[in-house]
Nanobody
Framework: QVHLVESGGGLVQPGGSLRLSCLAS????????TKWYRQAPGKEREWVAA???????????SYSDPVKGRFTIFRDNAKNMVYLQMNSLKPEDTAVYYC??????WGQGTQVTVSS
């Protein structure tokens, strides 16, 4: 049985940083495309960042335009965890952030609130 558990959310001031973590059981992250999504109140869930499975040349990352240059997705294969480092946070980054593996498995989400 697959479980994804996100953590690391919280309240942060504009310009601050947070690191979200996603821990997997029942699957190996390095063999899946793993993505972060977010959903703000009253809005649809949107894709934020993705990291490809581990290949011969390593992995590649991609980002949505609103977070490009501020967020970094990376994976620790030994710990079977995926992270989202979020810097220069803005109030519009406020949302529940979700981890997704392989398009099929979702975590429960972690709340990020950016406010002064």
């Amino acid at each position: 049985q697959v479980h994804l558990v996100e953590s690391g959310g919280g309240l942060v001031q504009p310009g601050g940083s947070l690191r979200l973590s996603c821990l997997a059981s029942g699957l190996t992250f390095s063999t899946y495309s793993t993505k972060w999504y977010r959903q703000a109140p009253g809005k649809e869930r949107e894709w934020v960042a993705a990291i490809s499975p581990l290949g011969r040349a390593g992995s590649s990352a991609s980002y949505s335009d609103p977070v490009k240059g501020r967020f970094t997705i990376f994976r620790d294969n030994a710990k079977n965890m995926v992270y989202l480092q979020m810097n220069s946070l803005k109030p519009e980054d406020t949302a529940v952030y979700y981890c997704n593996a392989g398009g099929a498995y979702w975590g429960q989400g972690t709340q990020v609130t950016v406010s002064s």
